[in-house]
């Protein structure tokens, strides 16, 4: 009888492995472009749909190799949701399906955000706006709850985990530490915890199931076998390569160069749109510690030095950028717009700002597909080092303090929409 119970698994996992089978990009391209349309809540409610919808209901790929991207990517600057998107287009139908899935992750908020850009700048009715589009704020705090419950459940496997969460959340919400300090505190902590005290740090050793997916009504499917798990071998392009990282950062930089020339013979370059250009490439690189921080950074600049826009314009950007799907950074669009609209020179109002905006979108999000398509297979191959997993597994122990700090900020703006004293 013991025998039979050792063998049983082993005809299980033979099962599996013969009903494997592959996602076709017509599946992956609907799913992206639908994501595109749905992606409210920031980054922690966008974390939470692809969560949900790619580990636990389609099963494409393993919690763990989910959380093995989305620490990467929550080290990059720029929006982390997004380029966990281009991460997994990049892992399951190579660098294509990583275009696809980060182009269709913005191109949804590109015209809805145009579109109420123009209302705002040219009729400022944002209060209509903001009013017709506020139903959709409960709706953001409870993923964003969720997302605390599911990924903490899961990241959160020793005590250490829970002290680092509890420390960045503390860290964040009370003493207004910068986002990128926490993430490499975080991140030093898991790599010594993980090299000097094993036994405090790393993960309790984990019990193989048989692969099961929970369908909508809560039942549980032991046919359906992940796409990507575990202990599945590296696709052959997901493994290092010299030569296709030069290819890849000298195509890049072609398309970086080659706009910004066309733009600087169109328009000077000393113009708006040229300025606009660089000084959001600079940004990209910069935007650590999520929206709110980039746009204190940007408002800066383009409200203090450069004159290009008000805060008050900005602080309505924000608002506007919140009630839209897509990444949050997507402020930064409506800067380049309103800037290139307060400023037109020669050019018709409205081909202006939307030439800035469009230069801004484009320069915002470049770099991000460079940074997967270089770094993530590097990422990959380390994904069984125990120093870099030490490391990864206190950013996501953090990040879930993070999360929780972002639900309690959006929790009482919803609840509580005219503060506390109000109230």
């Not at 692809?50 to 989910?66: A, K, P, Q, Y």
């Not at 992750?105 to 850009?117: C, G, M």
């Not at 002290?163 to 960045?168: D, E, L, N, P």
């Not at 169109?266 to 749109?273: F, V």
């Amino acid at each position: 009888m013991e025998a039979s119970k050792h063998i049983a698994p082993t005809d299980n996992k033979n099962e599996i492995q013969s009903a494997k089978r592959d996602v076709s990009f017509a599946e992956a391209f609907r799913f992206w472009l639908k994501l595109g349309f749905i992606s409210f809540g920031g980054p922690a409610g966008q974390i939470a749909i692809m969560h949900r919808e790619l580990v636990e209901r389609r099963r494409w790929l393993s919690e763990e190799r989910f959380l093995h991207a989305l620490n990467y990517c929550m080290l990059l600057p720029g929006p982390e949701a997004q380029q966990l998107a281009i991460y997994i287009g990049w892992l399951t139908h190579r660098i294509w399906g990583g275009i696809v899935a980060g182009a269709f992750f913005v191109i949804p908020s590109i015209f809805i955000l145009l579109a109420l850009s123009y209302v705002y700048a040219a009729y400022g009715n944002v209060p209509a706006v903001a009013g017709v589009l506020s139903g959709f704020k409960p709706i953001v705090v409870a993923i964003v709850v969720e997302a605390v419950i599911k990924i903490g459940g899961k990241a959160l496997k020793r005590r250490a985990h829970f002290v680092i969460a509890a420390a960045a959340f503390v860290s964040i919400y009370f003493l207004h530490v910068p986002f990128p300090l926490i993430v490499l505190a975080a991140a030093a902590i898991g790599l010594l915890g993980a090299r000097l005290m094993p036994g405090v740090f790393a993960a309790p050793p984990k019990i193989k199931e048989p692969d099961k997916k929970t369908e909508g009504d809560g039942e549980i499917n032991n046919t359906v076998p992940l796409v990507i798990d575990d202990n599945a071998p590296p696709p052959s392009h997901t493994l290092p390569n010299r030569s296709r990282t030069f290819k890849i950062l000298a195509v890049g930089l072609a398309l970086w160069i080659l706009p910004f020339f066309l733009v600087g013979l169109w328009r000077g370059w000393d113009s708006l749109h040229a300025q606009e250009y660089r000084y959001f490439t600079q940004a990209a690189f910069v935007t650590f510690g999520g929206a709110y921080a980039v746009l204190a950074y940007v408002t800066q600049a383009a409200a203090g030095s450069f004159g290009w826009i008000t805060k008050t314009q900005a602080v309505d950007g924000l608002a506007l950028a919140e009630t839209t799907p897509g990444p949050l950074i997507m402020v930064l669009q409506f800067i380049g717009f309103m800037a290139a609209w307060n400023n037109p020179g020669d050019m018709n109002q409205t081909t202006s700002a939307i030439t800035g905006a469009l230069i801004t979108t484009y320069v915002t999000f470049l770099p991000c597909f460079l940074f997967i398509f270089i770094g993530a297979p590097y990422i990959e191959v380390l994904r069984g080092n125990k120093n870099l997993t030490g490391a990864l597994s206190g950013v996501t122990a953090a990040i879930v303090g993070v999360i929780l700090n972002l639900a309690l900020v959006f929790g009482a703006a919803v609840i509580f929409p005219n503060g506390l004293t109000d109230n």
